[in-house]
């Protein structure tokens, strides 16, 4: 697989019981499935190779071996599939000394994000998580919180360009110290989603490190 940066090789066993060669006779065929995720915007170029060796008959008596290979380039462009606005906004205490000393009182923090399907094909949105840094904890105030009456999440269903919103309260802990970036701003935590397309293909991002506004 030749990725915008990088190319990346992919095995495929196609024969029984792993074996790496298969024999087929007059009218069989043989299936097999490649997996890769897609981590990159851009085009990309599925090449294949296939080696196989067929037998031919010489003078109607004679057998003999014919090795044969081919290769076949399959490109496609890889686009994003979903889109994250993130907004964080301040719940902490609006005094002067917890402006200027974070650990003066607890912070606490609401995040609310935005996810919008840019797929050409609705999307099941199947779990968003918000992985805290250590100095924090979160609550889910999301879908996965209420469940239907037969026991089973009602997971949002997008059509392309249908936006559904997420939200979680991070709140300080005692310990350890909070992180902060040279220009004031406190990390916090990065977000994860997982999906499923509607062929049933599973779909996930990790957003890079978020942080609060600048505190001054």
Not at 51 to 62: F, M, N, V, W
Not at 181 to 191: E, F, I, P, S
Request: glycine share 6%; charged share 25%.
């Amino acid at each position: 697989m030749q990725a915008p940066t990088q190319t990346i090789p992919l095995d495929l066993t196609v024969a029984e019981k792993g074996q790496a060669t298969a024999r087929l006779e007059f009218g069989e065929s043989l299936q097999g499935i490649i997996r890769f995720d897609l981590k990159e915007e851009g085009n990309h170029v599925l090449a294949v190779s296939v080696s196989y060796t067929e037998t031919e008959s010489e003078d109607h008596e004679r057998l003999r071996d014919r090795s044969r290979t081919f290769r076949k380039l399959y490109q496609f462009i890889a686009g994003p599939c979903l889109n994250v606005r993130s907004k964080v906004s301040d719940l902490s205490p609006r005094g002067p000394e917890n402006r200027k000393h974070p650990s003066a009182e607890p912070m606490s923090f609401a995040l609310e994000a935005q996810l919008e399907n840019m797929a050409d094909g609705p999307i099941t949105l199947e779990k968003v998580s918000f992985s805290p840094k250590p100095s924090f904890t979160s609550a889910s105030i999301n879908w996965d919180v209420a469940w239907t009456d037969n026991g089973h999440m009602d997971c949002p269903f997008l059509m392309p360009r249908d936006v559904s919103q997420a939200a979680f309260l991070i709140k300080q802990q005692p310990k350890p110290k909070v992180e902060m970036t040279k220009d004031g701003r406190v990390t916090l935590g990065q977000l994860t989603i997982q999906w499923r397309t509607s062929m049933g293909d599973p779909g996930f991002l990790t957003t890079g490190w978020l942080t609060s506004r600048k505190r001054s």
